[in-house]
Every structure is written in structure tokens, then in C-alpha cells.
């Protein structure tokens, strides 16, 4: 999410925040799921939300982990009658603001400056999504392990004296999710990277001891934390 002053977030926050109410989102509940009509957009105030969809096999995919300070609109913007393309599912408890979405629209239409946060916040977000991919299929399943371990170091990393903290617990079949692999082959994966050094798991947390060498197996360009996110 942009941090700048004219952030879609900021904007949405200033025009909506006294009269659009706040709901309380328990951990492991769904704020939508996918195909449901879409009635309100939202902004993710408190928490972490997983943005996803389940195969028709019954495979889970999470395509973007999302924290605090976000807008969330998934759905076909200014489209009659929509539905939700994918689910939210609360990680941890979350405060989330509701918009109705013909209000939003509105709005977006009616602020030329809004309209332009959107604009720039939307182009972010394809190109976020088009490198993510491109990690996803040039890399490999390990490659895209390693890039989504980045990607969470960019998103909820915290210095310590050991490494990298990811602060958001995840299992590892939450990580496989967000990999698109299947959770056998990546807890081989970080076995390997637990035995030799680079990551520690403890608590549902890992800790990214060495990320220069996660870098190196990508071939990572080092882009800017706003491009390079979970998100």
C-alpha cells in the first residue's frame, strides 16, 4: 500500500470513516467468499486478511496476504450485478471498515483526485502480480518458495539479532497456498533450508537467518518494498 498522503487508502479513510461502520472479523472467519454479490468494498484497518480461491478438486490457493492500511476491492469494478472472484479469510482478528460499493463508485467517479489514487494504486497491484508470477513459473517450485519468503520479509519482517522475523504465523501448509505447490514438497524445501542454516520455524514463526542467499536462488532485482510485498 502506498504511504503517501494521496493513497486510495487515505482518501477512502477521510471521505468514509464517520459514517460507513466498522466490523470485528474473528481469526478463521470469512469476511466474503468467492462468487458471493458484491454489496460493500472495504478497508482493512487492524489484522491480516488471506485473499484466495479453492479449486474445483479442492485445492486452496491464497494469492495475497494483506495487513492493516489496505483497501480490499475483488471483484469487477463498475460492473452491473458483480461477484467476488475470491475469498477473505481472516488470519488474525481484524477491524474492517465497510463501504457500500455503489457509494465507493460514486465517489470514485465524482474525485478526479481519487480516481487518480485508484489509477496508481490498480497499476501497483498488476505490476506486484506480474512479478509475482513471473517468480512463480521462472523459478520453479523452490524458487517460488524463496520468493514468497522474501515477499513475507518485505511485508512483516522484523530485524533481530538472528535474522529476518516474519511476524505472522503460518503453517506450512498456509505456505504452501501461497506457493501453489503442495505442502509435502515444500516442507522438503525447508527442511533444507533448515538444515543448512538459513531459516528457523518456531511457534508457527520463521526467521529468515540468511535472505541474501534466498536473493541469490532468485535471481532477485531488489525491487522496492511496495512492489516486492505479499500483498
Aim: net charge neutral.
Amino acid at each position: 500500500m502506498q504511504n503517501n498522503s494521496l493513497s486510495i487508502y487515505s482518501l477512502m479513510m477521510q471521505f468514509f470513516q464517520k459514517s460507513e461502520s466498522v466490523q470485528k472479523i474473528k481469526a478463521g472467519t470469512f469476511l466474503f467468499q468467492e462468487k458471493d454479490p458484491v454489496e460493500n468494498v472495504f478497508l482493512l484497518l487492524k489484522g491480516s486478511l488471506a485473499l484466495g480461491r479453492v479449486h474445483l478438486r479442492g485445492k486452496d490457493f491464497i494469492l495475497k496476504i494483506l495487513n492493516e492500511r489496505e483497501l480490499i476491492v475483488e471483484y469487477q469494478l463498475f460492473k452491473v450485478n458483480p461477484r467476488f472472484q475470491f475469498y477473505a479469510k481472516a488470519l488474525t482478528d481484524c477491524d474492517v471498515l465497510a463501504i457500500k460499493k455503489d457509494l465507493f463508485e460514486d465517489f470514485i467517479l465524482t474525485d478526479p483526485e481519487t480516481m487518480n489514487a485508484l489509477a496508481a494504486w490498480l497499476s501497483t497491484g498488476y505490476l506486484k502480480a506480474q512479478m509475482k508470477c513471473q517468480d512463480l513459473i521462472m523459478n520453479g517450485k523452490k524458487g517460488g518458495l524463496y520468493s514468497i519468503l522474501i515477499r513475507l520479509c518485505n511485508s512483516y519482517g522484523v530485524m533481530t539479532e538472528k535474522g529476518i522475523l516474519i511476524d505472522l504465523p503460518l503453517t506450512h501448509q498456509e505456505l504452501a497456498n501461497l506457493t501453489f505447490g503442495t505442502r509435502e514438497v515444500i516442507q522438503r524445501a525447508l527442511k533444507e533450508l533448515r538444515e543448512i542454516g538459513i531459516i528457523t520455524y518456531e511457534n508457527q514463526m520463521f526467521t529468515i537467518n540468511n535472505i541474501h542467499y534466498l536473493k541469490e536462488g532468485v535471481d532477485c532485482q531488489n525491487c522496492s518494498y511496495e512492489i516486492c510485498g505479499i500483498n
